[in-house]
C-alpha cells in the first residue's frame, strides 16, 4: 500500500487574541493518499482554510504532528509537489498575469526554457489567454482567483489544494474551474482536495469531511 501523501496526528492550531487563546483547530487526524478527492466543507470560522495551511506546509501546529510521507520532508516542499490556490489571490502585484504563473515553475527548479510555455498552456485551458499581459490590478476578483487556479496547477503537483476557489466566480465559470482542477488532478495523478461552501462543487468529489469549531466530524 502507498504511503499517504500527508498525514495528520491529533494535530490543533490556537491563536491568541490579547489574553484569550482561540482553537482553530482541535485534535484533528487524518491522511490523503494518492488520487483523492476530498471536498471540505463547513461554516465559516470553522477551521477549513487553517487545515489547508497546515496540509500545505505554510503554517506549523500548536501540537501534533504534520509529516509528509509520500513527498518529503517540509523543508524540501516545492509547488510541483504541493499546490495551494488560495482563498485570496496572492498575485505579486508588479508581476503580470504571465510572470505570475512562470513564477510557481521557476520555484520548483524546473527549466527556464519550458516555463513560459507551460504557462501558456494552463491560462488557456483557463480560458485567460487574453489577459496574460495585464497586471493584478487590472483584474476583477474572478479573474484574479483563476490566475491562482493556473499559478497552482502550472507545475502539475502531485496534491492540489483549493480554498473557496469559486467564491468569487458566477455559475458557469466556477463549473469550468471545477472541471479543469478535476481534470488536472486525474492527468497529473494527483489527490485534489477543496474546501468549499458550494455543495454543487462538493458534490463532485468522491469524499466529504465536515468541520465545524476546529474539529473534523
Request: include cysteine; proline fraction near 6%; glycine fraction near 6%.
Amino acid at each position: 500500500m502507498d504511503e499517504p501523501l500527508v498525514a495528520l496526528e491529533k494535530v490543533s492550531r490556537y491563536y491568541r487574541r490579547g489574553p484569550v487563546e482561540l482553537a482553530a483547530l482541535e485534535d484533528v487526524t487524518c491522511q490523503i493518499g494518492t488520487n483523492e478527492r476530498v471536498a471540505i466543507v463547513g461554516p465559516s470560522g470553522s477551521g477549513k482554510s487553517t487545515l489547508l495551511h497546515l496540509i500545505a506546509g505554510l503554517d506549523s501546529p500548536s501540537s501534533g504532528v504534520v509529516s509528509w510521507p509520500g513527498l518529503g520532508p517540509q523543508t524540501e516542499l516545492r509547488p510541483d509537489q504541493i499546490s495551494l490556490v488560495f482563498q485570496m489571490p496572492s498575485l505579486l502585484p508588479n508581476l503580470t498575469v504571465l510572470e505570475n504563473v512562470e513564477l510557481c515553475w521557476l520555484l520548483s527548479k524546473r527549466s527556464e526554457r519550458e516555463a513560459r510555455p507551460a504557462a501558456l498552456e494552463i491560462l488557456e485551458r483557463l480560458g485567460l489567454s487574453s489577459i496574460s499581459n495585464k497586471l493584478p490590478a487590472e483584474l476583477s476578483g474572478g479573474q484574479m482567483q483563476r490566475v491562482a487556479a493556473a499559478r497552482a496547477l502550472v507545475c502539475q503537483p502531485r496534491l492540489i489544494l483549493a480554498d473557496e476557489p469559486t467564491g468569487q466566480l458566477d455559475r458557469s465559470t466556477a463549473t469550468r474551474l471545477v472541471e479543469v482542477l478535476i481534470e488536472s488532478a486525474a492527468d497529473y495523478g494527483a489527490a485534489l482536495i477543496v474546501a468549499t461552501h458550494d455543495l454543487e462543487v462538493a458534490d463532485r468529489m468522491e469524499t466529504k469531511w465536515r468541520m465545524a469549531h476546529g474539529k473534523l466530524e
